[in-house]
């Protein structure tokens, strides 16, 4: 119980328990799949035990649908039918058993379940192409067959009396009975329903989406780094889609070859992911230009994959946490002095190393009374935890902590803290002679364990009335006009939006686009059917245009005679009809369409848009017969072309927002085209020079801010908000706040500037969520406003806490290991502002500190 309740209340599978993700069910079948594997081996009767070795892979193969962790655990379970097969085993025994843990590893990860699907394929593909039969005919006759031999094997070993054949072969078949759940996949997608990520609706999709090819895949064992350069391009596997009864192959999967001697043993230091090789530089000290060699190599490995991605991870569920702060650092017993940022932090957990310590004790105990269960255990906390961390080759940024993944560590340490009460119950022998009594007190006093780990998680695992995430999707989708069209960014903007709208209903009519998927085939083709309340979208490329393998990426490369821009109607006609005008060779022979013209310009029907009404009276001088932006000397993906294709097609007819979430390096360089009109901007064919960051609608977004938002709870103290709450819709809030209020105070609107400021200090207070590098931002806002109370009392919390947060980096660490720029931007952004409201006595405090900082970093003047 105290090793249960241990794990229960441990940081990381807490978080998996309450988080609506896989990992939690995973944790479940890891720790039942572990179980029966011990319950089978107390069974004496091997026709009763061999159900339990049944039962298990039967197990294993419902994990599968789930989560493919629990299949780590099968080497070191072997070692459990090795030692019970074997009363008296050897270190080469143990070997083998091992090993052949990992072969049938090996055969369920890559033989059943991408394996069985791919080798059913070729059999579809021959049947149809090469015997003219129908769809499904090669997939029915390899299930027929498939099944009929293994029917065969389990009957014929049942007739000779072949107890280990046959326990094999029915563990084989009860792995693929529950391998089976996954085919609700397959149906699923057959309806075609409003998400269907792969588009797994044949068996051909339904490998791609098992081999999660959508991702980029990692050198293991032997590979390029990152400084590796491609030198050419091979034809890997065929790619196939479905073609009037046949299967037509459309494309080669890549596979490149680097430069030679750019491969390296176990390869750390590898991602093609912009900004990535930059990182890598910065951890390893490694100049431009320079290759790694196995010194930066193993340096990264230990310092970053198993230092900061795992161990760091392990020490918080069992020593202690500092903060909910992504990349917080491990919380020592002895450590106290810490800002009231992080002291004061929900997520500030000090377990006194009691954890960690009680399951020490457990690792002493089971190495001198119970050394096989060590091996075993040990092996599982190693398979669960190092090994997986050098099998992910986690890259140098990830877009949130990673601990979940290595819950089955975590889970395999609280068996040793469950067995570190019996290592006090030892220690007890000569003080308590009751044995009863001797128990009793060795349990009251271990259970303080789990007991410290539930007071101090409590407050920030808790999520009751937590509700911001679905507000945060409806306020971004109420931020668009009826019938909209909007690009959003990755899975913190998609998945409250997908949620709201496939759940709850809300806002249907809005079209949202998510540009991570905008490249893939599966998902152009979604676009152009109707979805919910929303009509399919305007596209002129056909789908040759768009199928896998096609105009992925169009390297920029200017054309003389379209220096000056080239249309943008015409330019997508030129790729609807590979016309070879803007097309140039590749190394493989082939050819390739590109951007001639870092300018595009679309024509524009001013009398059908000033007929829409869609420009307000004052930006009408703007509305010219052509819209003209600068997209850049850079390639451009598929993705971005999909949404050139919309934007060409659409003719203004339905509304296209950006969210602002995604950043400006994310709209194709239309910054000054687009309208602000809540969490989103919209794209008018008005520019407004010098708009870097967009323009202000001040009349539909003050309408949208004040009257069509949802705050629930934000104003609660009681209620947690965590580290990615703090982010990204927390930010995004105050921020369409503060440009609201800016704008309003700029077009003389002051009362109305006075609400708005107001609210946004109303909706999100610094005792639920406090103040930010924007809210710095309002203290200008509030003074122009004549709120100079409010403006000082809020510059003065916001000062004080820079200042003991930056004292504290400083004497810590120097500043070496945390960003000290958020705390100097609020201190500097105060001291502007007061000056700006002729407020010297504070502005003269505040620049003290500022500057005291500034001295203290070595940055003054700088």
């Given at each position: 119980m105290?090793g249960?309740l241990?794990y229960?209340w441990?940081?990381?599978?807490?978080?998996?328990?309450?988080?609506?993700?896989?990992?939690?069910l995973?944790?479940?079948?890891?720790?039942?799949?572990?179980w029966?594997?011990?319950k089978?081996?107390?069974?004496?009767?091997?026709?009763t035990?061999?159900?339990w070795?049944?039962?298990?892979a039967?197990?294993?193969?419902?994990?599968?649908?789930?989560?493919?962790?629990?299949?780590?655990?099968?080497?070191?379970?072997?070692?459990?039918y090795?030692?019970?097969k074997?009363?008296r085993?050897?270190?080469?025994?143990?070997s083998?058993a091992f090993?052949?843990?990992?072969?049938?590893?090996?055969?369920?990860?890559?033989?059943?379940?991408?394996?069985?699907p791919?080798?059913a394929?070729?059999?579809?593909?021959f049947?149809?192409?090469?015997?003219?039969?129908?769809?499904n005919t090669?997939?029915?006759?390899?299930?027929?067959?498939?099944?009929?031999?293994?029917?065969?094997?389990?009957?014929?070993?049942?007739?000779?009396n072949r107890?280990?054949?046959?326990?094999?072969?029915?563990?084989l078949?009860?792995?693929?009975?529950?391998y089976a759940?996954?085919?609700l996949?397959l149906?699923?997608?057959?309806?075609d329903?409003?998400?269907n990520e792969?588009?797994?609706?044949d068996?051909?999709?339904?490998?791609?989406?098992?081999?999660?090819?959508?991702?980029?895949?990692?050198?293991l064992l032997?590979?390029?780094?990152?400084?590796?350069r491609?030198?050419?391009?091979?034809?890997?596997?065929?790619?196939?889609?479905?073609?009037?009864?046949?299967?037509?192959?459309?494309?080669?999967?890549p596979?490149?070859?680097?430069?030679?001697?750019?491969?390296?043993l176990?390869p750390?230091?590898?991602?093609?992911?912009?900004?990535?090789s930059?990182?890598?530089?910065?951890?390893?000290?490694?100049?431009?230009?320079?290759?790694?060699?196995?010194?930066?190599?193993?340096?990264?490995?230990?310092s970053?994959?198993?230092?900061?991605?795992?161990?760091?991870?392990?020490?918080?569920?069992?020593v202690?946490?500092?903060?909910?702060?992504?990349g917080?650092?491990?919380l020592?017993?002895?450590?106290?002095?810490f800002?009231?940022?992080?002291?004061?932090?929900?997520g500030?957990?000090?377990f006194?190393?009691?954890?960690?310590?009680?399951g020490?004790?457990?690792i002493?105990?089971?190495?001198?009374?119970?050394r096989?269960?060590?091996?075993?255990?040990?092996?599982?906390?190693?398979?669960?935890?190092v090994?997986?961390?050098?099998?992910?080759?986690?890259?140098?940024?990830?877009?949130?902590?990673?601990?979940?993944?290595?819950?089955?560590?975590?889970?395999?340490f609280?068996?040793w803290?469950g067995?570190?009460?019996?290592?006090a119950?030892?220690?007890?022998?000569?003080?308590?002679?009751?044995?009863a009594?001797r128990?009793g007190v060795?349990s009251?006093?271990?259970?303080?364990v789990?007991?410290?780990?539930?007071?101090?998680g409590?407050?920030?695992?808790?999520?009751?009335?937590?509700?911001h995430?679905?507000d945060?999707a409806?306020?971004?989708?109420?931020?668009?006009?009826?019938?909209?069209?909007?690009?959003?960014?990755?899975?913190?903007d998609?998945?409250?939006?997908?949620?709201?709208?496939e759940?709850?209903?809300?806002?249907?009519?809005?079209?949202?686009?998510?540009?991570?998927?905008l490249?893939?085939?599966w998902?152009?083709?979604?676009?152009?059917?109707?979805?919910?309340?929303?009509?399919?979208?305007?596209?002129?490329l056909?789908?040759?245009?768009?199928?896998l393998g096609k105009?992925?990426?169009?390297?920029?490369?200017?054309?003389p005679?379209?220096?000056?821009?080239?249309n943008?109607?015409?330019?997508?006609?030129?790729?609807?009809q590979?016309n070879?005008?803007?097309?140039v060779?590749?190394?493989?022979?082939e050819?390739t369409?590109?951007?001639?013209?870092?300018?595009?310009?679309?024509?524009?029907?001013?009398?059908?848009?000033?007929k829409?009404?869609?420009?307000?009276?004052?930006?009408?001088?703007?509305?010219?017969?052509?819209?003209?932006?600068?997209?850049?000397?850079?390639?451009l993906l598929?993705g971005?072309?999909?949404?050139?294709?919309?934007?060409?097609?659409?003719?203004w007819k339905?509304?296209?927002?950006?969210?602002?979430?995604?950043?400006?390096s994310?709209?194709?360089?239309?910054?000054?085209?687009?309208q602000?009109?809540?969490?989103?901007?919209r794209?008018?064919?008005?520019?407004?020079?010098?708009?870097?960051d967009?323009y202000?609608?001040s009349?539909?977004?003050?309408?949208?801010?004040m009257?069509?938002?949802y705050?629930?709870?934000?104003?609660n103290?009681?209620?947690?908000?965590?580290d990615t709450?703090?982010?990204?819709p927390?930010i995004?809030?105050?921020?369409?706040?503060?440009?609201?209020?800016?704008?309003?105070?700029?077009?003389?609107?002051?009362?109305?500037?006075?609400?708005?400021?107001?609210?946004?200090?109303?909706?999100?207070?610094?005792?639920?969520?406090?103040y930010?590098?924007?809210?710095?931002?309002?203290?200008?806002?509030?003074?122009?406003?004549?709120?100079n109370?409010?403006?000082?009392?809020?510059?003065?919390?916001?000062?004080?806490?820079?200042?003991?947060n930056?004292?504290w980096?400083?004497?810590?660490?120097g500043?070496?290991?945390?960003?000290v720029?958020?705390?100097?931007?609020?201190l500097?952004?105060?001291?502007r502002?007061?000056?700006?409201?002729?407020?010297?006595k504070?502005?003269?405090?505040?620049e003290?500190?500022?500057?005291k900082?500034?001295?203290?970093?070595?940055?003054?003047?700088?």
């Open positions: 105290a249960a241990a229960a441990s940081d990381s599978f807490w978080f998996s328990a309450v988080e609506a993700e896989v990992y939690g995973s944790s479940f079948f890891t720790a039942i799949v572990i029966a594997v011990f089978w081996e107390t069974i004496d009767d091997p026709a035990a061999n159900r070795l049944i039962f298990t039967y197990l294993v193969g419902l994990s599968i649908g789930v989560h493919l962790l629990n299949l780590v655990t099968i080497p070191a379970l072997a070692l459990v090795y030692f019970k074997y009363p085993p050897g270190v080469l025994g143990g083998v090993l052949a843990g990992l072969l049938v590893l090996g055969i369920i990860n890559a033989g059943i379940i991408p394996g069985l791919e080798l394929g070729k059999f579809e593909v049947f149809v192409n090469s015997l003219g039969l129908p769809y090669g997939i029915i006759c390899f299930t027929v067959l498939f099944l009929g031999m293994l029917v065969w094997g389990i009957r014929f070993s049942h007739r000779t107890a280990l054949l046959n326990t094999g072969l029915l563990s078949a009860f792995i693929l009975i529950g759940s996954y085919s996949v149906v699923r997608s057959g309806y329903t409003p998400i792969n588009n797994p609706s068996v051909l999709r339904f490998v791609y989406y098992l081999k999660r090819e959508q991702y980029e895949s990692r050198p032997y590979g390029p780094s990152f400084a590796s491609p030198v050419s391009q091979k034809r890997g596997a065929p790619v196939y889609a479905k073609k009037d009864g046949k299967y037509v192959l459309i494309d080669y999967k596979v490149y070859e680097y430069e030679p001697g750019s491969h390296m176990l750390r230091l590898y991602s093609s992911q912009p900004g990535h930059k990182l890598y530089q910065q951890m390893t000290g490694l100049a431009e230009g320079e290759k790694p060699t196995m010194r930066h190599n193993l340096s990264y490995l230990f970053h994959q198993l230092g900061h991605m795992y161990w760091r991870y392990f020490f918080w569920n069992f202690g946490r500092e903060s909910d702060r992504e917080a650092g491990v020592l017993p002895w450590q106290n002095s800002p009231k940022s992080i002291s004061q932090n929900r500030h957990n000090n006194l190393m009691l954890p960690f310590l009680l020490i004790a457990g002493i105990f089971m190495y001198y009374h119970r096989k269960d060590l091996l075993i255990l040990g092996l599982l906390f190693l398979l669960t935890g090994a997986l961390v050098i099998y992910l080759n986690s890259p140098p940024t990830e877009p949130r902590e990673r601990d979940y993944i290595y819950v089955g560590s975590f889970y395999i609280c068996v803290i067995f570190g009460v019996l290592t119950a030892k220690f007890l022998e000569k003080a308590v002679r009751r044995p009594l128990a060795a009251v006093a271990c259970f303080s789990p007991a410290i780990m539930v007071a101090n409590w407050d920030n695992h808790d999520r009751s009335d937590r509700y995430s679905v945060f409806r306020n971004l989708l109420n931020s668009c006009a009826p019938n909209a069209i909007l690009f959003t960014g990755g899975d913190n998609t998945f409250p939006l997908w949620y709201v709208q759940v709850e209903g809300f806002r249907t009519d809005v079209r949202v686009c998510v540009q991570t998927f490249g893939a085939d998902y152009i083709r979604q676009l152009k059917r109707k979805i919910n309340q929303s009509d399919a979208l305007p596209l002129s056909d789908s040759g245009n768009y199928q105009n992925e990426y169009l390297p920029f490369y200017e054309i005679s379209v220096k000056g821009g080239i943008l109607k015409e330019y997508l006609e030129l790729i609807h590979d070879k005008a803007i097309q060779p590749l190394t493989s022979g050819t369409s590109i951007l001639p013209s870092s300018t595009l310009f679309l024509p524009v029907d001013t009398r059908e848009v000033k829409m009404n869609i420009v307000k009276n004052e930006l009408l001088p703007y509305l010219s017969d052509s819209m003209s932006w600068k997209i850049g000397e850079t390639d598929k971005d072309l999909v949404m050139l294709d919309i934007i060409s097609s659409n003719n339905r509304p296209v927002y950006f969210s602002s979430t995604m950043g400006s994310h709209n194709l360089g239309l910054q000054e085209y687009l602000l009109e809540g969490y989103a901007y794209l008018l064919p008005v520019r407004v020079p010098g708009a870097s967009g202000v609608n009349d539909i977004m003050y309408n949208n801010m009257n069509k938002m705050w629930r709870e934000t104003d103290p009681k209620v947690y908000y965590d709450y703090r982010g990204s927390v995004t809030a105050r921020l369409s706040f503060l440009r609201l209020a800016q704008q309003l105070i700029a077009e003389k609107k002051i009362e109305k500037a006075r609400k708005v400021v107001n609210k946004a200090m109303a909706v999100m207070p610094d005792d639920t969520i406090p930010d590098q924007v809210s710095a931002g309002f203290v200008g806002a509030l003074f122009d406003v004549g709120e109370e409010k403006a000082l009392d809020s510059a003065r919390v916001m000062a004080a806490r820079s200042d003991e930056l004292s980096i400083k004497r810590t660490d500043g070496k290991s945390r960003d720029n958020t705390d100097l931007f609020i500097q952004s105060i001291v502002e007061c000056r700006r409201a002729r407020q010297d504070e502005a003269d405090r505040f003290a500190i500022f500057r900082h500034l001295q203290a970093f070595d940055i003054y003047g700088g």
